[in-house]
């Protein structure tokens, strides 16, 4: 059962030519990746509006279909129905490139995850490096979404975007960093093979040790920020430049542009799980026989069932507020965290390790933290009531 896909895709390419098989093989893994997280899309954004309607006490989609589950699909005709506007003075070329520049290199950045047992699109020995190389395309699909439309708040919500995009890039590597030092391979299948074991009950995952934890939290909040996702979702800060870099989108164009937010995070989510939750791996020994491509979708979900959750609770930050927790907070921590990972590598296992590597963690944090509490000079609050 674990190797069913795998096994069918063997079956499926040895039928054709000789020559054909590696053509055959490639268009195999993008039709399945692009059917797998288009479909996962589709949910997400089902499960998204109806969990935000209980956080808020409020009815989510309910009038498409048996308790609002085809509202995704009533979404998507809409979009395709819908007119497509183009700015008059609009560079219309660039227009018209740029949501597809945003949607394929989040897709080609999923081809190095490693969904289950001997599944991944490509298994390359810089990995890593590919994710984060295609990745940075999406920067500048942003910025040419914000200058071709030719629209003042267009092109401000496009730099405002590209300058939270290149803060949080910095600390989202940082941290990706450590799990390359302690494996030695930039190779996404390399890291999930180094988590395999357990200790006693507990699984071998680097999210288990003092800066895995760390570089865990650390890369999750710098996703949140590349991800766009609250409370980092300043590019569409609708008070202030009125949906940002995509304004004068509409129709299937905007569509696009969405499922690209979306399926980027997938995409860092599954390296997160690579990096730091053991991959596609079991998380308990006696549940090993269940296949592992389940192991890592329910990793994935849970992971997007956190981001619903931060985003149903935690108001937006300001801009300053977000520069400064990349620049003062995110980034010294993340440089602490790969000496953490440097002193982890280099001392004996035991107790000395873990109260050295935590020390190291944990003091920085609190001295960070303090500072930039005192530079916001908050007084004491205090409650008065009406005689």
Same mark, same amino acid.
């Given at each position: 059962?674990?190797?069913?896909?795998?096994?069918?895709?063997?079956?499926?390419?040895?039928?054709?030519?000789?020559?054909?098989? +590696?053509?055959? %093989?490639? &268009?195999? @893994?993008?039709?399945?990746?692009?059917?797998?997280?288009?479909?996962?899309?589709?949910?997400?954004?089902?499960?998204?509006?109806?969990?935000?309607?209980?956080?808020?006490?409020?009815?989510?989609?309910?009038?498409?279909?048996?308790?609002?589950?085809?509202?995704?699909?009533?979404?998507? &005709?809409?979009?395709?129905?819908?007119?497509?506007?183009?700015?008059?003075?609009?560079?219309?070329?660039?227009?018209?490139?740029?949501?597809?520049?945003?949607?394929?290199?989040?897709?080609?950045?999923? =081809?190095?995850?490693?969904?289950?047992?001997?599944?991944?699109?490509?298994?390359?020995?810089?990995?890593?490096?590919?994710?984060?190389?295609?990745?940075?395309?999406?920067? &500048?699909?942003?910025?040419?979404?914000?200058?071709? *439309?030719?629209?003042?708040? @267009?092109?401000?919500?496009?730099?405002?975007?590209?300058?939270?995009?290149? *803060?949080? !890039?910095?600390?989202?590597?940082?941290?990706?960093?450590?799990?390359?030092?302690?494996?030695?391979? &930039? *190779?996404?299948?390399?890291?999930?093979?180094?988590?395999?074991?357990?200790? %006693?009950?507990? +699984?071998?995952?680097?999210?288990? /040790?003092?800066?895995?934890?760390?570089?865990?939290?650390?890369?999750?909040?710098?996703? =949140?920020?590349? *991800?766009?996702?609250?409370?980092?979702?300043?590019?569409?800060?609708? %008070?202030?430049?009125?949906?940002?870099?995509?304004?004068?989108?509409?129709?299937?164009?905007?569509?696009?542009?969405?499922?690209?937010?979306?399926?980027?995070?997938?995409?860092?989510?599954?390296?997160?799980?690579?990096?730091?939750?053991?991959?596609?791996?079991?998380?308990?020994?006696?549940?090993?026989?269940? +296949?592992?491509?389940?192991?890592?979708?329910?990793?994935?979900?849970?992971?997007?069932?956190?981001?619903?959750?931060?985003?149903? /609770?935690?108001?937006?930050?300001?801009?300053?507020?977000?520069?400064?927790?990349?620049?003062?907070?995110?980034?010294?921590?993340?440089?602490?965290?790969?000496?953490?990972?440097?002193?982890?590598?280099?001392?004996?296992?035991?107790?000395?390790?873990?109260?050295?590597?935590?020390?190291?963690?944990?003091?920085?944090?609190?001295?960070?933290?303090?500072?930039?509490? !005192?530079?916001?000079?908050? @007084?004491?609050? /205090?409650?008065?009531?009406?005689?």
């Amino acid at each position: 059962m674990d190797q069913l896909f795998v096994n069918l895709k063997h079956w499926v390419v040895v039928l054709m030519p000789l020559s054909w098989q +590696p053509l055959v %093989s490639a &268009l195999i @893994s993008v039709a399945a990746i692009i059917a797998v997280f288009a479909t996962l899309f589709a949910l997400t954004t089902i499960l998204e509006r109806k969990g935000l309607g209980r956080i808020q006490n409020r009815y989510g989609p309910n009038r498409v279909g048996p308790f609002g589950v085809l509202q995704p699909v009533a979404d998507g &005709l809409k979009a395709m129905t819908k007119e497509d506007i183009v700015p008059r003075a609009a560079d219309k070329v660039v227009h018209f490139i740029a949501p597809l520049v945003l949607v394929i290199p989040v897709f080609l950045a999923l =081809a190095v995850a490693p969904v289950g047992r001997n599944m991944v699109a490509v298994d390359l020995d810089g990995g890593v490096l590919f994710f984060f190389a295609v990745g940075a395309a999406t920067e &500048l699909a942003v910025f040419m979404a914000g200058w071709s *439309s030719r629209n003042k708040y @267009s092109l401000l919500g496009a730099m405002r975007a590209i300058a939270q995009m290149i *803060s949080y !890039e910095v600390p989202l590597i940082l941290s990706a960093i450590t799990v390359i030092m302690i494996v030695g391979s &930039l *190779s996404t299948a390399k890291i999930v093979e180094t988590q395999a074991g357990f200790a %006693s009950w507990l +699984p071998n995952w680097f999210v288990l /040790t003092p800066w895995g934890l760390a570089g865990f939290i650390l890369f999750m909040i710098a996703a =949140a920020a590349e *991800s766009n996702r609250s409370p980092f979702d300043l590019p569409e800060g609708e %008070s202030e430049i009125i949906a940002g870099y995509y304004i004068e989108y509409s129709g299937f164009k905007f569509a696009l542009f969405f499922l690209g937010e979306y399926i980027g995070l997938f995409a860092v989510c599954g390296l997160a799980i690579t990096l730091f939750l053991g991959g596609w791996r079991a998380p308990l020994p006696f549940l090993t026989w269940i +296949p592992s491509y389940f192991w890592f979708f329910a990793k994935l979900f849970g992971l997007i069932a956190l981001f619903i959750w931060v985003r149903g /609770t935690l108001p937006r930050l300001r801009m300053d507020q977000l520069m400064n927790f990349a620049w003062k907070f995110m980034l010294p921590m993340a440089l602490v965290n790969l000496l953490t990972a440097g002193v982890w590598h280099f001392m004996e296992p035991g107790f000395a390790r873990w109260a050295v590597c935590l020390l190291l963690v944990l003091g920085p944090y609190i001295m960070l933290g303090r500072s930039l509490f !005192e530079q916001r000079h908050l @007084s004491k609050r /205090t409650y008065r009531y009406a005689e």
